[in-house]
């Protein structure tokens, strides 16, 4: 039995013990953590026989951290216009840092677009950009992008496990970015708060409803930067043979989602940035799968390549 598969029945154990603890032993059940990531313990279950998803957080501030994603989760519940939506906070343990979280059926986004195609993923591309659109019409504000302290957090040279290509791709990138950083540093740009990791997987289609899930807290980001997250997330691990490109990226997709959700493409440096960003981040910290590394980096390549060209 592996270790991680061990330190998930002993927290399942201590999870199960708390919940029923607290909100009495008929109330919780089937309670099993299935995801540990260092800022939460997220665990399926039931209570008062609803299906839900338990999230703890372990930190010092869990207390904090819980109220606060709550407090998020039920101001969107409350004002996102259908058919937008996200998994309600049903109630908190602030003590123990675990928030109570509606579950929601359906499919991932990955799944659907993965299964989809070329139409039906549009349609599932401009789903996800009404979605993020209805947050900027929510919330949102204009101040000016501080682009080199993102380009001073990506420095990847103490990374030991990098060959001497990745090593000099990435300087690459990270080359191209201290540029664009010093021409748009500054800048005012659309921030809004909705989804600080808007991946495929956190996103779940149900009832011809989009939901997004695993929101932490309200966090005040980019329109741009959680855009690019989605678009380097659905594609940079995919081939890139044979598509028209937009920073590396398939170009009809990606413009068509950054129009949809209201992303100002005039921006351009502001658009190819967040792009770099992302795609640095993403390579840096995800995916060790050999095939899917090599159609990253020729997506890096590509977005190098097409430097000159900020359309």
């Known amino acids: 039995m592996t270790a991680t598969r ?10 199960r013990w708390q919940l029923c603890s607290r909100l009495g032993f008929f109330a919780v059940r089937g309670v099993r953590v299935r995801k540990i990531e260092d800022r939460s313990i997220v665990a ?4 008062k026989g609803q ?17 606060r994603a709550c407090t998020e989760l039920q101001f969107l519940e409350r004002n996102l216009p259908e058919p937008n939506y996200v998994n309600g906070c049903i ?27 070329g139409p039906e993923r549009e349609a599932i591309v401009l789903q996800v950009a009404g979605w993020l659109k209805a947050c900027v019409d929510l919330r949102r504000k204009e101040k000016p992008l501080r682009a080199a302290h993102l380009v001073a957090r990506l420095n990847v040279s103490d990374n030991g496990t990098l060959t001497s290509e990745e090593r000099s791709l990435l300087e690459a990138m990270l080359a191209e970015m201290a540029a664009l950083a010093e021409s748009i540093e500054g800048k005012p740009v659309v ?10 997987v956190n996103l779940k289609i149900w009832d011809g409803g989009l939901y997004a899930i695993d929101i932490n807290k309200e966090r005040w980001l980019p329109l741009m930067r959680m855009a690019a997250r989605f678009l380097v997330m659905k594609d940079f691990f995919a081939p890139p043979e044979g598509q028209d490109l937009f920073h590396g990226l398939p170009a009809s997709e990606a413009r068509l989602f ?14 190819r ?9 993403v390579y840096v910290a995800r995916e060790t799968e050999a095939e899917k590394q090599e159609y990253a980096r020729d997506r890096m390549r590509a977005f190098l390549a097409g430097s000159q060209d900020t359309a």
Do not use: C
């Open 6 to 15: 061990l330190k998930k029945i002993a927290l399942t154990l201590k999870l």
């Open 191 to 200: 921030y809004t708060s909705a989804h600080d990791d808007m991946t495929l």
């Open 258 to 271: 950054l129009k949809a959700a209201g992303v100002a493409l005039r921006q351009k440096r502001v658009v």
């Open 273 to 281: 940035f967040f792009i770099a960003e992302q795609m640095v981040r």
């Open 44 to 47: 399926t279950g039931s209570y």
């Open 91 to 117: 109630d908190t343990l602030p003590d123990l840092g675990i928030v109570i979280l509606k579950w929601v059926d359906g499919e991932t986004v990955r799944q659907l677009y993965n299964e989809a195609d």
């Open 51 to 67: 299906r839900v998803v338990y999230k703890q957080y372990p930190q010092e501030n869990a207390a904090v951290r819980a109220k």
